[in-house]
């Protein structure tokens, strides 16, 4: 099992970027899969997470990212994307990709307790 995390980096306040978690050695639509991330000093935040129901997947977000973030899965891909708009300063972290072994279906956790696989994280750094 593995999954890889790639598109982060630099951007400027109001910019996008598209992370995207590549897994390897399961299935991405049969698993709940979520994005975190972690800045220096805090502690890790959950930002969004796609549950594993393959044909009716729901999508769940923070308060801080709702309406700014966007999960999304490409099954024949086996890729799940967080797009992200708006970007602001306080929003520089490392982020990472986690596939949930406890929860499948129509639900899934912002909590990273459940989550056993992460990813390595990707840097996005906003500043202008």
């Known amino acids: 099992v593995q999954l890889v995390e790639s598109g982060g980096g630099l951007v400027q306040p109001g910019g996008s970027l598209r992370l995207s978690c590549a897994a390897s050695g399961f299935t991405l639509d049969e698993n709940a899969i979520g994005w975190f991330r972690q800045a220096p000093g805090k502690e890790r935040e959950g930002l969004s997470c796609?549950?594993?129901?393959?044909?009716?997947?729901?999508?769940y977000y923070a308060d801080d990212v709702r309406g700014r973030f966007t999960i999304s899965r490409h099954n024949a891909k086996n890729t799940v994307y967080l797009q992200m708009n708006g970007l602001k300063p306080e929003d520089t972290a490392v982020y990472y990709c986690?596939?949930?072994?406890?929860?499948?279906?129509?639900?899934?956790?912002?909590?990273?307790?459940?989550?056993?696989?992460w990813g390595q994280g990707t840097q996005v750094t906003v500043s202008s």
């Open positions: 796609i549950s594993g129901h393959v044909n009716d997947s729901r999508s």
């Open positions: 986690a596939r949930n072994s406890y929860y499948s279906g129509y639900y899934c956790p912002l909590t990273h307790v459940t989550y056993t696989y």
